[in-house]
C-alpha cells in the first residue's frame, strides 16, 4: 500500500504494518539473494473495486477523514491520482505478473508503484 511509505491521519495501525512489510521484503531480498530468490514488493494505492478493505468501517472512517460522503471515495481517490485514474485489481496482478516473471529476472528489493501516480509515495 502507499501507506507503506506515506503516513495517513487516522490510520496508524494500518500504515504501521504497510511499512512493516516493505521492510520485511527488503531483509528477504538480502537474505535469499544468496540463493537466487527475488523479493519484490507491488505497492496499491486507492484500489476500490474488488477490495474488501472498504466494506464496513474502513469507508466511512476514509470518507470522514476526507470530509466528504461514502459514495464520493472512488471519485476523491481517482482525482488524488496525478493521472486523475482509477486504479483497478487487474493493475495490480500486472505488477504481480510482472515481478513474478522472467521479466524481471534482475529485480530484487525493489517496490513498483501502482498508483496512477501518488507524489507521497515517490520513492526516493
Not at 5 to 23: D, F, L, M, Q, R
Not at 24 to 40: D, H, Q, S, T
Not at 54 to 82: C, D, F, M, P, T
Amino acid at each position: 500500500s502507499k501507506n507503506g511509505v506515506a503516513a495517513s491521519p487516522g490510520a496508524s495501525a494500518y500504515c504501521t504494518a504497510k511499512a512493516a512489510e516493505i521492510h520485511l521484503a527488503r531483509c528477504m531480498a538480502l537474505e535469499g539473494a544468496p540463493m537466487g530468490i527475488r523479493v519484490n514488493v507491488v505497492n496499491p494505492d486507492a484500489v476500490l473495486r474488488g477490495s474488501k478493505i472498504w466494506k464496513g468501517e474502513w469507508s466511512e472512517q476514509r470518507a470522514a477523514s476526507n470530509k466528504i460522503a461514502v459514495s464520493e471515495l472512488e471519485e476523491h481517490y481517482r482525482k488524488r491520482s496525478l493521472l486523475q485514474r482509477s486504479v483497478f485489481p487487474e493493475d495490480i496482478a500486472e505488477g504481480v505478473y510482472f515481478f513474478a516473471s522472467d521479466l524481471s529476472a534482475k529485480s530484487t528489493g525493489n517496490f513498483l508503484n501502482v498508483d496512477a501516480g501518488n507524489a507521497v509515495s515517490f520513492t526516493r
